[in-house]
């Protein structure tokens, strides 16, 4: 069974620090790799999609890497800013089963 | 307003009661989701639906009911609400798996 693991729990930075998130997940059998990002009260929105082909992706601050041979993807985010304050998620799809496995997130909080 | 939307935000009941969440999608995606978020146990998933007319459980799906006659909405209903289904209910929605999960801002659900 696929579990998904993101240490820290929670994370507090100060303002411009540059910081990686880490998702690690147990069977590196996926097709690909979604970061989330969920503000308090709200839903989740999609940072990036990593297909299981593919090494990273980039989205203005941000970059996602992964590897599957060893189960990790990390969450790069530069130049941190107090609005990057909020919980991430990591969600792997492992096909055959129609549904995401979502670890449990890092609380980010930076400080200005 | 193209999106996902769910209602009501709010609701509070007492157990043994009927209630029913809503959620409607304008993307025509094939792909429903909902989940329930607990402190302790992140997002689980409730039920999915592949397509208008198919549905399928996902990992907690006891207490719950849906239905999709139509493809763009996905309404859960709990039969007899109980304590234990207070919970945070987010419904999302995805054309395939090789894209992004959309998710609507969730209802707060409080069952006393």
């Known amino acids: 069974k696929q579990e998904v693991t993101q240490i820290p729990a929670a994370l507090s930075v100060p303002e411009g620090e540059n910081l990686v998130l880490n998702c690690s997940f147990t069977d590196s059998a996926i097709y690909n790799l979604q970061w989330f990002r969920q503000d308090p009260g709200k839903g989740l929105t999609s940072l990036l999609l990593?297909?299981?082909?593919?090494r990273e992706q980039t989205s203005g601050r941000l970059n996602a890497s992964l590897d599957k041979s060893s189960g990790r993807s990390t969450l790069y985010i530069a130049a941190s800013q107090p609005g990057d304050s909020a919980t991430y998620l990591c969600?792997?799809?492992?096909?055959?089963?129609?549904?995401?496995?979502f670890g449990k997130g890092t609380k980010l909080t930076v400080n200005p | 307003d193209a999106g996902i939307t769910q209602s009501p935000r709010y609701k509070i009941t007492e157990t043994g009661r009927q209630v029913t969440l809503m959620c409607h999608q304008t993307?025509?995606?094939?792909?429903m989701f909902w989940y329930r978020q607990d402190l302790g146990h992140g997002l689980r998933l409730i039920y999915y639906s592949a397509a208008a007319d198919i549905t399928d459980k996902g990992e907690v799906p006891d207490g719950y009911v849906v239905s999709r006659s139509k493809t763009e909405n996905f309404p859960l209903t709990l039969e007899s609400a109980t304590r234990s289904q207070t919970s945070v209910y987010f419904c999302a929605s995805t054309g395939g798996f090789n894209q992004p999960q959309h998710f609507g801002d969730g209802t707060r659900l409080s069952i006393l």
């Open positions: 969600a792997v799809y492992q096909g055959g089963s129609e549904k995401l496995v």
């Open positions: 990593i297909q299981s082909s593919q």
């Open positions: 993307w025509s995606h094939s792909y």
